[in-house]
């Protein structure tokens, strides 16, 4: 079984692999056929105390980490640790902005609050986090980067990326011996087994991260992109309406011309005639007070209707009537002084003709219909009654408020 495995590693020693590699060995790679296979070869291998070797497969395999002996990965910890560093660091910062470098007394309120920095604070810590766990796994785990690597465009690779399974010991482990090695892959199944060199470039080459060509071509790209970026914001996007085809609408704006209406009018007026649904017109509208006849107030007199009446009247009718109706209010230096509710003739009117007024407007009092609904209107009546009531009261009227 061994000498089968020594013959499959000369089929793949190429005269194109011996111009590239050098003599210096790098590992015995083994392919497998199954999953099943490459895991117990992985649990073989790590029991029988090698350190550095690896696992290639095209897709993840469950349960490889436990056969592999690997143990938790430590990326938390790195995670953990910057995560806190970010928090501390956030609300350091905001302590010394707010009590120390320019503190202010907002409302009362302390220098420092937490509930207001948690936002920044949480951002913070995801932000360390995220970076620490990306560099983390990149850098200080997998070692990169790291383009140079042996394996790369191997015929070994070139299988463990499409349907086989791949193992490679590396020859500088401390248990490494080709014999030992060989048997190991032997008893395990592999069906082949290829002898991986470093190449003449793995040795001379420096990585592309660190050649100055390299750096070089990677700080003029990010330089010629700035200044692009730059002239293209301020010269090309900076007079750019945002969102442009939001107000190119087929509508008509208010005051504009329209070429559809035979003049020309963008501005409509109703039909004639036309009555919107649910409103019912005021039959009285443009008629004086005397026109009304039949208009009974709706709104029966309770306490709830009372106090909607003197909510109203404080706020639309008090500035120039004043609290009690007696025409002193608050407006009365600036207008003509309106006569009071309080005289014969207002106290000989109906129901409606206070209600007419209120809607349809009298003299310099303009017309309240668009303030005040229909039924607070009345509301309103119903407490400039009780308004007349109290001023005049009778008897009766004693008795009962004792």
């Not at 990326?161 to 030992?180: P, Q, R």
């Not at 209406?261 to 443009?286: D, H, I, L, Q």
Request: glycine residues 8%.
């Amino acid at each position: 079984m061994i000498k089968n495995l020594i013959n499959k590693i000369k089929e793949f020693d190429t005269a194109e692999d011996k111009e590239r590699r050098s003599s210096k060995l790098y590992g015995k790679a083994a392919l497998y056929n199954t999953p099943n296979q490459i895991t117990e070869a992985a649990a073989v291998v790590a029991g029988s105390g090698y350190k550095k070797f690896d696992v290639y497969t095209p897709y993840p395999l469950h349960g490889m980490d436990t056969a592999m002996g690997m143990g938790a990965p430590k990326i938390g910890y790195v995670s953990f640790i910057l995560g806190i560093t970010g928090t501390s660091l956030a609300l350091l910062m905001m302590i010394w902005m707010s009590t120390i470098d320019y503190p202010n007394i907002i409302g009362g309120k302390p220098f420092f609050g937490l509930p207001a920095g948690i936002p920044i604070t949480f951002e913070s810590t995801v932000l360390l986090c995220g970076i620490a766990t990306v560099l983390g796994l990149l850098v200080l785990f997998s070692k990169m980067p790291k383009l140079n690597s042996p394996l790369n465009d191997t015929d070994f690779m070139k299988h463990v990326t499409s349907d086989k399974y791949g193992l490679v010991i590396e020859a500088d482990d401390e248990k490494y011996i080709e014999s030992d090695v060989l048997k190991l892959f032997a008893d395990t199944k592999a069906y082949e087994v290829q002898d991986i060199y470093f190449r003449e470039s793995n040795l001379t080459t420096k990585t592309p991260l660190f050649d100055k060509k390299f750096t070089g071509a990677i700080i003029g790209t990010a330089i010629l992109t700035a200044v692009v970026s730059y002239f293209t914001l301020n010269y090309v996007l900076y007079d750019v309406v945002p969102f442009d085809w939001m107000r190119q609408q087929g509508r008509i704006d208010s005051q504009s011309k329209s070429d559809f209406f035979p003049n020309k009018s963008g501005m409509r007026e109703p039909v004639t005639g036309t009555v919107a649904r649910g409103f019912m017109p005021y039959e009285y509208a443009g008629m004086p007070d005397s026109a009304v006849k039949l208009l009974a107030n709706p709104v029966p007199v309770t306490k709830k209707s009372l106090e909607r009446g003197q909510d109203r009247y404080n706020i639309y009718c008090s500035p120039c009537h004043g609290y009690f109706g007696d025409g002193d209010g608050r407006m009365r230096d600036q207008f003509p002084k309106p006569p009071s509710l309080h005289t014969e003739k207002a106290k000989n009117w109906k129901d409606g003709n206070f209600f007419h007024v209120m809607t349809n407007g009298q003299n310099v009092m303009p017309s309240y219909a668009e303030q005040v609904s229909k039924d607070d209107r009345w509301a309103i009546v119903n407490y400039i009654r009780a308004l007349q009531r109290a001023k005049d009261a009778g008897e009766t009227d004693l008795e009962k408020a004792k």
